[in-house]
């Protein structure tokens, strides 16, 4: 009992220490990027698509959870500016390395419920969208299906919005509100991102495989594209590759990779170790003009 007490004194600790590490400005020090790619399964040897992620590093060298990151963050008000980090930093490694990620299309960072409420970061990053208009497009913003549904008129003005400055927007982890569907004719977002929990399970639970292909069926009938994400083994990407997904994510593809590893590859499938899911998408074959005329949605 005392071991277990005091393991959870220490991690209240933690947390509160971490709190008070992000009041006021954000840390100089600990923050940086990750970026996880996401494979098109039109061209998985022709482009070169990904996810930033947000991380940070303690004083002594250890990883901090990029949850507990967020619940600090939270719980001091200080998630907008967080998040306003994230996407000011993705734009200028985009701009000063736009040269290099040539088979890159789109760059999805997830925004909170909090900072799509606050009307001082929609403004923000009004601002910073305008500064930067140029790279914009190549950005896709992740809203969560939840964060969509809870006020559906704030998130239709804010879905337009961005798409008139030119970046795109993906509902994330679609699925996990199934009675949602018909809303999507009101939001009319460029991709939908499938639940995670839904995908693992998908080869080995009819209910889930229902659920995933009735989504990339809608999200196709719509105009939109599917990503599937927690892809990690061969036979959950069988599955999604017969349905026709169109792009997938997961650590059967790639871990997170530094910006550095990022612009050294040429596309999202030299990460992949795994001989099955090599097997599965085939021989690198594909040339430029492949990946040049695909769907102009995401790509």
């Not at 998985?44 to 250890?62: C, I, K, N, Q």
């Not at 030119?166 to 199934?178: H, K, N, P, Q």
């Not at 927690?230 to 036979?235: Q, T």
């Amino acid at each position: 009992m005392y071991q277990s007490n005091a393991t959870i004194f220490g991690e209240r600790a933690r947390n509160l220490s971490l709190i008070e590490t992000f009041s006021g400005n954000l840390p100089s020090e600990g923050l940086f990027l990750a970026m996880q790619p996401i494979m098109s399964m039109e061209a998985p040897y022709g482009t070169l698509d990904f996810e930033v992620l947000l991380r940070m590093r303690a004083p002594d060298g250890s990883m901090i959870p990029p949850a507990r990151v967020i619940a600090a963050t939270e719980a001091n008000g200080t998630i907008s500016a967080l998040d306003q980090w994230v996407i000011k930093t993705t734009l200028e490694w985009i701009d000063c390395h736009r040269a290099k990620l040539t088979r890159t299309h789109f760059v999805s960072i997830n925004v909170s419920g909090s900072s799509l409420n606050d009307e001082r970061f929609v403004f923000e990053i009004g601002a910073l969208f305008r500064r930067y208009q140029h790279v914009v497009p190549m950005l896709c913003m992740e809203i969560t299906e939840g964060v969509a549904l809870h006020d559906l008129d704030n998130t239709r003005r804010l879905v337009d919005s961005l798409q008139h400055l030119g970046a795109r927007v993906v509902l994330d982890d679609f699925g996990s509100g199934y009675t949602s569907f018909p809303y999507l004719r009101d939001l009319p977002a460029d991709a939908l991102k499938i639940d995670g929990g839904f995908v693992r399970d998908i080869h080995h639970l009819s209910a889930n495989a229902a659920i995933v292909a009735a989504v990339i069926g809608l999200a196709r009938n719509l105009g939109m594209q599917s990503i599937a994400e927690w892809v990690e083994d061969a036979p959950t990407l069988e599955v999604l590759q017969n349905m026709r997904v169109d792009f997938v994510q997961g650590f059967g593809i790639a871990r997170p990779q530094s910006p550095e590893t990022i612009l050294a590859a040429t596309s999202a499938a030299d990460f992949i170790e795994d001989p099955a899911i090599l097997a599965l998408i085939g021989a690198r074959d594909i040339d430029r003009s492949d990946y040049e005329s695909l769907p102009d949605k995401l790509h």
